[in-house]
């Protein structure tokens, strides 16, 4: 959270409660979280916000780096918090999408013709698949 309030400075981006709760319902969530499901969670404690806020919010976040935006699989941008380097398992089913790390994969080198034409700032392995609660593994 103080890294949070830190960066918003640094940014020039005004820490309101509301900027604050935002963020809030995003750390306690787990499940990269979708600008609809952070505006439903919000509604229960914030009823007069609107979509388009929350929205909105989430997409400075992502501009100053506090956030990031991950990969749409189907339909709606998702949003994380956390911003370090690390890689996705996707759940096709429910839609889950949670965090691994693995050095291994860190450093697989990006093919040649990729990197060519390409300044690379980063890579990402997404493993896509049926979570336990889906009745995978
Ligand atoms: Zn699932
Ligand atoms: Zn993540």
Do not use: W
């Not at 291994?104 to 300044?119: A, L, N, Q």
Request: proline residues 4%.
């Amino acid at each position: 959270m103080e890294r949070f309030i830190d960066r918003c400075r640094q940014e020039g981006l005004k820490v309101t409660p509301q900027r604050i709760a935002i963020y809030q319902v995003l750390m306690a969530s787990r499940n990269h979280p979708s600008a609809d499901t952070v505006y439903r969670e919000m509604s229960a404690t914030h009823p007069t916000i609107s979509f388009d806020t929350v929205n909105r919010t989430l997409l400075t976040f992502a501009d100053i780096g506090v956030i990031k935006t991950v990969e749409s699989y189907s339909g709606s941008r998702r949003f994380d918090t956390e911003t370090a380097p690390h890689h996705h398992v996707h759940c096709v089913k429910c839609g889950r999408i949670s965090d691994f790390n693995d050095q291994g994969i860190d450093t697989v080198e990006v093919p040649d013709r990729v990197v060519r034409d390409f300044s690379v700032i980063g890579q990402r392995m997404v493993v896509s698949g049926i979570c336990p609660e889906c009745g995978g593994k």
